[in-house]
């Protein structure tokens, strides 16, 4: 790979060499990073500081405080020799790791150093044999062009040395063939003209389209909405019948008079577009309806009203017979 130029002559060495130079300076940091004038500093003011703290404390003779300080000389001397070893063994476990590590990272760089080179030269045969096919192809592609030019030169020649102009039908031949197929391009022109004009009216169709499904689906959700509203409000004035219908039925339970039977009169209402009962009875006298029959309030002098409303028959529910009289509803019908 170096004698074809593809490596650089320092790439094997520079490599090696850089690992071994972070390696180094990896060791100078870990033995300098221990500071013994700091703590031989330390170890003297924690002895001044605990002598004189210890001889303030107790009143005793020179010859105790001569042996209080051998005691802490002693204690200090002690102390040294513990980080001296703690030292050495500290320097001596990080070297063996630092051997191991630096191993480690060397076999890994040559191993990738290794696999790079084979991949380069792996890539290389890859290109040169593809390179090779391509000059191939193009040798082959240039004698063919080759003889080509070699056969209109002769038979531009024998044209040329001709007297009878024998290849004037081919010639004729030729340009009616040319003519006929710029004709033919210039229909294509014109077809891919009126395309494009149907595709941008399409296109603007389209978009119309979709702005009209847009606004109708507004519109259908604000419908359907408006009318879940509607629904709701009539479900609600239904039970609010169902209940005053209770209501009169309990009170013709409990009236003790016997109920005349009324004389009705049906009258169909245009604008409802349901049929209205009258009844000529007395406006104190309770009425007998069937179930599901809607009662509107009238004044004293008019008889009342009965509307017939095609209400399906639902079960009596305890709830509406022990609640009081329920306010009636109006509907709200909103408009677009």
Known sequence: MVKRGLVPN?????????LL??????????????????????I?????????????????????????????????????????????????????????FEQTLTRQASESQVS???SVEQKYLEERLGL????????????????????????????EETTDRGDAVLCNKLRQKIADLEVTLESCKQQCASYEADQASAKRTIHRLES?????????DMTKGMYARETSQLCDII????????????????????????????????????????????????????LGTQFIA??????????????????KSPFSQQQGPLPTGSIRRPYI
């Open 212 to 220: 009209d499904a847009m606004l109708l689906r507004a519109k259908f």
């Open 21 to 42: 130079q972070t390696v180094h300076d990896l060791r100078l940091a870990c033995r300098v990073c221990y500071a013994f004038k700091m703590n031989d500093d330390r």
């Open 116 to 118: 790079l080179i084979e």
């Open 298 to 315: 009238q004044p004293t002098c008019v008889s009342p009203v009965i509307i017939k409303s095609p209400i399906v028959k639902r079960p």
């Open 44 to 100: 003297a003011a924690w002895k001044s500081n605990a002598l004189a703290a210890t001889l303030k404390s107790v009143h005793v003779s020179p010859e105790v405080q001569a042996k209080f300080s051998a005691v802490y000389d002693d204690a200090v001397a002690l102390m040294r020799q513990i980080l001296q070893e703690t030292y050495d063994r500290t320097v001596i476990e990080m070297s063996h790791r630092i051997d191991a």
């Open 239 to 290: 039970r609010m019948n169902e209940a005053q219908f209770m209501q009169v039925q309990l009170a013709k339970q409990s009236s003790p008079r016997k109920p005349t039977s009324p004389r009705t009169l049906d009258v169909y209402e245009p604008h409802s577009g349901r049929t209205i009962a009258y009844t000529a009875t007395s406006p104190t006298s309770p009425i007998t309806a069937p």
């Open 10 to 18: 320092e790439d094997t060495s520079s490599l090696t060499h850089q």
């Open 132 to 159: 090779d096919v391509i000059v191939k192809e193009m040798q082959e592609e240039n004698a063919h062009q080759r003889s080509h030019i070699v056969f209109l030169e002769t038979r531009l020649r024998q044209l």
